[in-house]
């Protein structure tokens, strides 16, 4: 009996190893938090849930790669990523994945990628100065927000009070998505002087609850968009078109931010659209010394087209957040090649099929642009949900979220 189990684990082993192309197993990436670099040598195990007797784990490969083989019949299961040597889990939120898999994909459980800190990843590079400093409220028992973030582009802290649930967000790890210019207003902004006027930032925080509400929400996410349109911002400022706006979304959940919403900052309570609330009162400075220049966008649809960043070469690999996300028309990945070589980016659905294949083939070193306009392969728009954008390039793999709206 126990030769016959060994015989029948170890057939399974072999079959996911021969690419995850093969039915009946659950797979992902395991990548590095600081910079989305591949991570190899994590454990992931796991167990069903619904009373069967079945365990099992795989290890990353340096591609950070891994799969786990799955019962060819209906059952429910666990994940969870080992950390005996400090490593933290930064994503999923929870620590683990809870999923059930059926013949509907051939029982195959797609994308459930990890986001790890580890003493094996490269630290964080900081810079110094602001990037944006705020202070404000949105009266009528709405949330308001402020923050200065010491630590462009990787660190800082943004604080969001809301009165109606008495939830106090606070936001730790803060990373730039991108800065450009609105379209119903003005380009640029007077105080200080940038050739911008909107910026919008994501990462990580904690959410807790004030004012006798215990609630304690754990690691959460962000994404926030933020408009400065008037100089001194909206005190004062008669014309509502002048007055400084934000979004923002705090959600448990990067794999669903929508259906995960716990914190909203948006005209109609909709989190699949982004309508930035009016700053009755308060300032939003936005400072061009660490605000990248506007992405340069391919208008003709999903093609590749080089952006001008400071005329530097990228000297690590890097796949940026796309922007604007949610997005309902088209978005853009900004990604760095660091030397010569073969490149895939494409765009998968939640269960891990391809949707959408952005390139494939040899690209040069630089940075580039690669515009989405939300159609899959065969012409089609695809359905409102979440996506993931996935950035091969030899044994390194970046993935990010991305989700379509209406």
């Known amino acids: 009996m126990h030769r016959a189990k060994f015989a029948l684990a170890v057939l399974a082993a072999s079959l996911i190893a021969a690419g995850s192309a093969q039915a009946c197993h659950v797979g992902g990436y395991v990548i590095c938090d600081s910079n989305g670099q591949a991570l190899p040598g994590i454990r992931i195990d796991l167990v069903a849930t619904d009373g069967t007797d079945y365990e099992r784990y795989a290890v990353s490969n340096e591609s950070g790669r891994y799969d786990i083989a799955l019962l060819c019949e209906p059952h429910c299961y666990r994940i969870t990523a080992s950390t005996p040597n400090g490593e933290v889990v930064t994503f999923p939120a929870s620590g683990s994945y809870e999923f059930c898999a059926d013949g509907s994909n ?63 967000f606070q936001g730790w790890q803060i990373e730039v998505v991108r800065c450009g210019n609105v379209e119903d207003h003005e380009a640029g902004s007077e105080s200080p002087v940038t050739p911008v006027n909107f910026i919008e930032f994501q990462g990580t925080g904690t959410l807790k609850g004030v004012k006798g509400n215990d609630a304690d929400f754990g690691t959460v996410h962000f994404w926030a968009h933020v408009q400065d349109r008037n100089e001194p911002g909206s005190q004062g400022m008669r014309d509502e078109a002048g007055k400084d706006r934000i979004y923002m979304n705090v959600f448990t959940n990067p794999a669903d931010p929508i259906g995960s919403s716990v914190m909203l900052m948006d005209v109609d309570g909709d989190p699949a659209t982004m309508d930035p609330l009016t700053i009755t009162d308060g300032n939003m400075q936005l400072h061009a010394s660490s605000c990248s220049e506007p992405i340069v966008v ?18 690590t690999a890097f796949l940026r957040s796309p922007a604007p996300n949610p997005v309902t028309t088209r978005t853009t990945m900004r990604f760095g090649v660091p030397r010569e070589t073969n490149v895939s980016l494409r765009v998968f659905d939640a269960a891990g099929r391809v949707v959408r294949d952005l390139h494939d083939g040899a690209m040069g070193a630089g940075e580039y642009a690669s515009t989405w306009d939300l159609s899959a392969n065969d012409g089609s728009r695809v359905a409102r949900g979440v996506y993931f954008v996935r950035l091969s390039l030899g044994n390194q793999v970046i993935s990010r979220s991305v989700i379509v709206g209406r």
């Open 298 to 315: 391919d208008e003709g649809g999903g093609g590749l087209v080089l952006a001008e960043l400071g005329g530097e070469t990228a000297t």
């Open 106 to 168: 051939n029982y195959v459980v797609e994308p459930r990628d990890w986001r790890l800190t580890s003493p094996a990843c490269p630290p964080v590079e900081e810079k110094s100065g602001c990037w944006l400093t705020a202070g404000g409220a949105k009266f009528s028992g709405l949330p308001g927000a402020n923050g200065c973030d010491p630590k462009p582009c990787q660190g800082g802290q943004w604080n969001t009070i809301d009165a109606v649930q008495n939830l106090h």
